[in-house]
T-cell receptor, first 115, second 112 residues
Framework: DGGITQSPKYLFRKEGQNVTLSCEQN?????MYWYRQDPGQGLRLIYYSQIVNDFQKGDIAEGYSVSREKKESFPLTVTSAQKNPTAFYLC??????????????FGEGSRLTVL | QKEVEQNSGPLSVPEGAIASLNCTYSDRGSQSFFWYRQYSGKSPELIMS????GDKEDGRFTAQLNKASQYVSLLIRDSQPSDSATYLCAVNLDTGGFKTIFGAGTRLFVKA
């Protein structure tokens, strides 16, 4: 079955540690995204990638880093520079170009808690 | 600051009724509009997309778009308890663009 796999689903981190969230898709989508969701709030865009080896900052990129070495993979690193990292992180993908670009398919999410 | 506004709710309707969810957006140049459903603790799921003024129907769901009023709505007919979820309105500023802005969502409760 085609879809997006995120891991881990739950992650606990001590302050000062970097963590990497995995996102893999087999939908053959060119575009991939990382969003963050805080309780009672909408999704906020962290980074997006239109194509392999290219990515762009979203609205809240500070304290995060990404790579896009393969079409299928778009890992997100939450660095110690991120001041409030506790959140629900969502990876998504879409076709690129045309109206379908905005039709996002989401993974199950990774819930990060900083202790 | 480009914004998408939704009433946070909760909106409570009896089973079998019509649920009406509303959304306004600030950027008049917005081109693509989406409704996502998110169950508690789960990830969002796309249920409707609409790109031109008027109504678009898919089963029990109807999306309505009025670009002049910068207004998008979602109607759910014959509401079921399984429709109880948070509904997120999302707007893409450019056709083919990669930045989608989400509203905070409206919580819907359908009472059996």
């Amino acid at each position: 079955d085609g879809g997006i796999t995120q891991s881990p689903k739950y992650l606990f981190r001590k302050e000062g540690q970097n963590v990497t969230l995995s996102c893999e898709q087999n939908l053959n989508h060119d575009a991939m995204y990382w969003y963050r969701q805080d309780p009672g709030q909408g999704l906020r865009l962290i980074y997006y990638s239109q194509i392999v080896n290219d990515f762009q900052k979203g609205d809240i990129a500070e304290g995060y880093s990404v790579s896009r070495e393969k079409k299928e993979s778009f890992p997100l690193t939450v660095t110690s520079a991120q001041k409030n990292p506790t959140a629900f992180y969502l990876c998504a993908s879409s076709r690129a170009g045309g109206m379908n670009t905005g039709e996002l398919f989401f993974g199950e999410g990774s819930r990060l808690t900083v202790l | 600051q480009k914004e998408v506004e939704q009433n946070s709710g909760p909106l409570s309707v009896p089973e079998g009724a019509i649920a009406s969810l509303n959304c306004t957006y600030s950027d008049r140049g917005s081109q693509s509009f989406f409704w996502y459903r998110q169950y508690s603790g789960k990830s969002p799921e796309l249920i409707m997309s609409i790109y031109s003024n008027g109504d678009k129907e898919d089963g029990r769901f109807t999306a309505q778009l009025n670009k002049a009023s910068q207004y998008v709505s979602l109607l759910i007919r014959d509401s079921q308890p399984s429709d109880s979820a948070t509904y997120l309105c999302a707007v893409n500023l450019d056709t083919g663009g990669f930045k989608t802005i989400f509203g905070a969502g409206t919580r819907l409760f359908v009472k059996a």
